[in-house]
């Protein structure tokens, strides 16, 4: 769910494109290189997409090594130029539809908050992030062919859908990237996410270096009704899993209260599994990735029963 590799080139005051194209070129070979990252590699299908780490500075560079690192064939439409790294591919004919966005490609810059405490005092374990939430219809985070293509996909026939975002969807409570920060972008996604058929449907993020289990409420005090009259079955789940490697201190994000979270945060690095049962239930596990222990699980279940193979 992206931030596979991380460009720091950004970090610095100035930036030479061919040292952020070095840099990410032994990234990726640093990555590969890796005795776990290769046996993975070389048993598990990966279906990766980029986040803005692993875009950097350079976008198109920066894509050409992530499709190259990942073996994306020459003739795949992702290495079209100006094109984001956003696709979907199903399982099982009509049965198993999993769609991944590019959410960084064609973003609006966020607004950052300037009166917000610095994330280097004495009171990190209380900062709220270094973006504001901004109400403006001319921003966008998936950009216009990106939305027209995702209609195109959500009008598929498909029992069970996997939307794929590397950025939050549900949490409304904090300013680190996540699609509240454009509330009319979060809204429209949800309303379309909410009205596609389907049998059982979930949303998937990263980027936290946290791990945690959301769902959507009209009633709750962080949504607002984005589709009046809904079925309280329809109301779309999300887990997010981070970091495999790097992640927040333990107690760091305490105080994100956030009442569509179920269970609080989930803290240490850790992977997500999930799994797709014949009924149509959906079950996803996060676990430790130091010791394999399940640390939270859901199950979702179909609003219908799915149709016979």
């Known amino acids: 769910m992206g931030d596979n590799v991380y460009d720091t080139t950004s970090d610095t005051a100035a930036v030479v494109l061919d040292d952020t194209t ?38 198109e560079t920066a894509k050409d090594l992530f499709l190259d690192f990942f073996a994306v064939d020459q003739s795949d439409e992702r290495r079209q130029d100006g094109r984001g790294v956003f696709h979907s591919f199903t ?13 960084r490609r064609h973003a609006t810059a966020f607004s950052h908050n300037s009166s917000n405490k610095n994330r280097d005092s004495n009171d990190a374990f209380a900062y709220q992030g270094p973006f504001l ?62 009205s596609c058929s389907s049998t059982n449907k979930i949303i998937l993020s990263g980027d936290r270096h946290f791990g945690a289990i959301y769902r959507y409420s009209s009633s709750s005090s962080s949504s607002d009704d984005i589709i009046p009259n809904a079925e309280p079955a329809d109301n779309p789940w999300e887990v997010t899993s981070s970091s495999l490697t790097h992640s927040v201190p333990e107690g760091m994000v305490d105080h994100e209260i956030d009442d569509l979270q179920i269970g609080g945060p989930i803290y240490g690095n850790n992977f997500g599994l999930l799994q797709v049962h014949t009924d149509g239930t959906i079950e996803v596990t996060l676990h430790s990735t130091t010791t394999g222990e399940t640390l939270r699980s859901v199950q979702i279940q179909p609003t219908v029963a799915p149709k016979a193979e």
């Open 22 to 59: 070095s840099f990410l070129k032994k990234a990726y070979q640093d990555f590969g290189s890796h005795p776990s990252v290769h046996r993975f590699l070389s048993k598990v299908p990966v279906c990766p997409v980029l986040d803005d780490n692993d875009y950097g500075t350079d976008m």
């Open 91 to 103: 399982i099982g004919g009509e049965y198993l539809q999993v769609i991944l966005l590019d959410v």
């Open 133 to 194: 939430s901004k109400e403006d219809a001319s921003c966008t985070i998936l950009g216009k062919d990106q939305w027209f293509w995702l209609d195109q996909q959500l009008q598929k026939s498909a029992q069970i859908r996997i939307l794929v975002s590397p950025t939050q969807v549900l949490p409304t409570c904090h300013g680190w990237d996540c699609w509240n920060l454009f509330p009319h972008e979060r809204a429209r996604l949800l309303g379309k996410w909410m």
